[in-house]
């Protein structure tokens, strides 16, 4: 077994089986239920549409995936650090690519198990409207690289500061900024300031792509160029971690 | 004597009948129209809003006092057809009018949230305090188009289960692993 596949196990392990993984995972339902429970009203005054709910949900999901991922990220070379086993871990004859993609097997690995738990309230809120599966495979599609660039954020961070909690301090401020437009609707983003923002922006392009597949029945090829900015992320935020690992020292 | 008898009651009746000829005027003096507005959807879904305007004239030549108008919807879809309760399709079923002139004209928007689909017809009636009879405007029609929506009875098993699903997983492993 390659060493970055034994680290990815141990993470992934520690993450998703450990007390950690599982109150995070309590969360999780507990806030998806949460948001279900307050779709829940009288059968005839329901007039909710299904598409902004699953909409909304996706959008959900992506923001908690990608806090857990850039916490993930941020504590696995951080946390190691305040733990006294990040030298340890440098020692070892193992590449440093190699040890940053087996750290990346925790998020990776809670993701998977986010989605699979969101199987069943995508299903009770949207099986009985449109594009469900076009809206789940959006979100595999799209959130999958958005989740793994704050994984990698997280990690970077993690690497250059010295601080645990500094780097859960930027981070956290730079999550809340990229997800904001979960709470600004597309017309309070009409502006010259916040188009720009949206064509940057990961989490605005996978919100796009969602309203697109999920709301306006649009294509997937359609949405090329929102999954462009979502890789360019990807690819960015790997790059600034790989960075950050080969320089890293201790 | 039976000659004078008559004569009396004659006397009476007149003006008895005169006022029932006054109330059944009274009716027939308001002129009740109700129109569609012009920015209505097309092709209204659940969940759309709708609005009419009626216009209440007083056609005759007294002012009609404690005039009262309601809107009423009926629905007319073969094996559904009942009178609708407005309670959740409009905040705004009726106006009252202490008087409204001769010539004088009343005009009253009426929003709609449409809440269930089917086909509709509206209707605005009108009465005044000696009216005897009401005065209805005619129907408008309307079609709701289905939407699909949240249903509730699916999302509350899932809430609840899941999280106990999660809860009862982890406490088994919890007693396996403190058995090993």
């Known amino acids: 077994m390659s060493p970055a596949l034994r680290i990815a196990r141990k993470e992934a392990g520690e993450l998703v089986l450990g007390l950690r993984g599982q109150l995070w995972l309590a969360v999780t339902t507990a806030v998806l239920s949460g948001f279900s429970l307050l779709l829940v009203g009288s059968q005839e005054l329901s007039l909710l549409d299904n598409a902004q709910v699953v909409y909304d949900m996706a959008g959900l999901i992506t923001a908690l995936g990608a806090l857990l991922a850039v916490i993930a990220g941020i504590d696995a070379i951080g946390g190691e650090r305040e733990r006294g086993s990040l030298l340890p871990l440098l020692l070892a004859p193992v590449p440093r690519g190699s040890i940053l993609v087996g750290k990346l097997g925790g998020p990776v690995a809670a993701w998977a198990v986010m989605l699979a738990l969101a199987a069943p309230y995508f299903w009770a809120i949207g099986s009985t409207g449109q594009n469900l599966t076009s809206g789940m495979a959006a979100l595999l599609a799209l959130g999958t690289p958005v989740v793994l660039g704050f994984g990698f954020l997280g990690v970077a961070l993690g690497a250059w500061m010295q601080s645990g909690r500094a780097a859960l301090s930027v981070a956290l401020t730079g999550l809340v900024l990229s997800a904001s437009p979960l709470l600004l609707g597309p017309s309070l983003r009409q502006s010259a300031i916040g188009r720009m923002f949206d064509a940057v922006n990961p989490f605005s392009a996978a919100l796009n792509c969602f309203d697109a597949v999920i709301i306006d029945s649009q294509g997937a090829v359609s949405q090329a160029s929102h999954a462009v900015v979502t890789m360019v992320w990807l690819a960015v935020t790997a790059w600034a971690a790989a960075a950050a690992m080969r320089r890293l020292s201790r | ?180």
Do not use: C
Request: charged share 15%; proline share 8%; aromatic share 4%.
């Open chain 2, 1 to 180: 004597m039976q000659y004078r008898s008559m004569l009396i009651a004659t006397l009476l009746a007149v003006p008895l009948l005169a006022g029932a000829a006054r109330h059944t005027r009274a009716a027939a003096e308001l002129a009740v129209s109700l129109a569609p507005i012009a920015t209505n959807p097309a092709a209204p879904r659940m969940g759309d809003r709708l609005a009419f305007t009626s216009s209440i004239r007083n056609t005759g030549a007294a002012p009609v006092e404690g005039l009262i108008a309601w809107l009423s919807l009926v629905q007319v879809d073969p094996g559904h057809e009942q009178p609708v309760d407005l309670e959740d399709w409009s905040a705004h079923k009726a106006i009252a009018l202490a008087t409204l002139a001769p010539g004088a004209e009343v005009t009253t928007r009426w929003p709609m949230r449409l809440i269930q689909s089917g086909q509709y017809r509206v209707v605005v009636s009108a009465v005044s305090r000696a009216g005897d009879a009401l005065t209805p405007s005619r129907f408008v029609d309307f079609t709701v188009a289905p939407k699909p929506v949240v249903e509730s009875r699916r999302v509350l098993p899932v809430a609840l289960g899941v999280p106990a699903l999660l809860v009862v997983s982890l406490l088994l492993r919890r007693r396996r692993s403190a058995a090993i």
